[in-house]
């Protein structure tokens, strides 16, 4: 089945720094979303696109649809530790599909 | 407080058994999602019921049943025909409005012993 491409795959940031991830497809989506997934826990909502180009917020977190509608980024503000986990990107079709498709998954590990 | 319940949080298997993992939710979603969780591999569809009494494939559904009799609830069979079934497991439902994206449960770790 297809997964999207996110990069990193994993990365080691020091509190305070701001990261940035994204997300590629060969295929056009119409529908970003962005989870966040604690060890142990099921991924939870962040932040959803629905317009190319788009740029959301939610508090240090900031997503973009990308404007070629085949890529989407995360980008986190001044992180501290509790931003450690999985992020993972998803991304809805336009043939009518039901299922979404995830990304591979970054992992963000936070030095105090 | 709607919200989706996997039973049990953790659950062992012994070879050639067949187990059953729980989905249950009251939030009066229409679709509902297995995936299975790998290290390094995000999340792989296994199967999902957009409706009840249907449901349908997903990219790895070798070794694994369900069935959908009730809105509420998306039980998973992992049978012994799943030769490598230690994996995270994870339910999802979503309402008509895909485009909102899935709710997730918590999930069950499932390991062979």
């Known amino acids: 089945g297809q997964q999207l491409n996110q990069s990193p795959q994993s990365m080691f940031i020091q509190e305070g720094e701001d990261v940035s991830m994204n997300c590629t497809s060969s295929s056009i989506f119409n529908t970003w979303l962005w989870y966040k997934q604690d060890p142990g826990e099921g991924p939870v909502l962040l932040i959803a696109?629905?317009?190319?180009?788009e740029l959301t917020s939610n508090g240090r977190l900031t997503a973009q649809f990308g404007i070629t509608r085949k890529d989407s980024f995360l980008n986190i503000s001044a992180s501290i530790p509790s931003d450690v986990g999985i992020y993972f990107c998803?991304?809805?079709?336009?043939?009518?599909?039901?299922?979404?498709?995830f990304g591979t998954g970054t992992r963000l590990k936070v030095l105090a | 407080d709607g919200g989706i319940t996997q039973s049990p949080k953790y659950l062992f298997r012994k070879e050639g058994q067949n187990v059953t993992l729980s989905c249950e939710q009251n939030?009066?979603?229409?679709?509902m999602y297995w995936y299975r969780q790998d290290p390094g591999q995000g999340l792989r569809l296994i199967y999902y019921s957009q409706i009840v009494n249907d449901f349908q494939k997903g990219d790895i559904a070798e070794g694994y049943s369900v069935s959908r009799e009730k809105k509420e609830s998306f039980p998973l069979t992992v049978t012994s025909a799943q030769k490598n079934p230690t994996a995270f497991y994870l339910c999802a439902t979503t309402w008509d409005r895909f485009s909102y994206g899935y709710t997730f449960g918590s999930g069950t770790r499932l390991t062979v012993v």
């Open positions: 998803a991304g809805l079709g336009t043939s009518g599909t039901y299922k979404y498709i």
């Open positions: 696109l629905y317009k190319a180009g």
């Open positions: 939030l009066n979603h229409d679709a």
